[in-house]
């Protein structure tokens, strides 16, 4: 199939370059990789049977936009690290930190005391984010 070895063709000239640029964007070799593996897979699924010419932009705003949604997720990530003191940050290594929304106590677990006061600090919350 002419069209395949075209595309694999063009996805190994892109590599190096937006490998490059995810970890400059990321600062996380895994995190580079995998946005360049998942932009390249989309544009294979999505954009394959398109022309040879229209592939490099494509191929670009896709990496883009997944690096977006990356940096979109983390931020997120990071507003809940106050609340979830065992969530660790990507830049400072891997970790084997258990997933700290299963570390969290089920609400029956808590006195009355501790579940008046998470009732509190939600209202505190939900009045935070209507501002």
């Known amino acids: 199939m002419p069209e395949t070895r075209e595309l694999e063709q063009f996805l190994i000239s892109v590599e190096r370059r937006a490998y490059r640029m995810a970890l400059v964007s990321l600062g996380h070799h895994d995190d580079a990789l995998d946005v ?12 394959g049977d398109k022309p040879a010419e229209e592939w490099r932009p494509l191929f670009y705003r896709i990496l883009q936009n997944k690096i977006n949604d990356l940096h979109r997720r983390n931020r997120v990530r990071n507003q809940f690290k ?8 990507r830049n ?7 997933d700290p929304i299963q570390s969290v106590a089920a609400p029956e677990h808590f006195s009355p005391e501790a579940v008046n006061e998470k009732r509190q600090e939600l209202v505190k919350l939900e009045e935070a984010l209507k501002k």
């Open 82 to 89: 106050g609340w979830l003191p065992s969530l660790s940050s």
């Open 36 to 47: 360049v593996q998942e932009a390249m897979m989309q544009l294979v699924r999505r954009y």
């Open 92 to 98: 400072d290594g891997e970790t084997d930190n258990p």
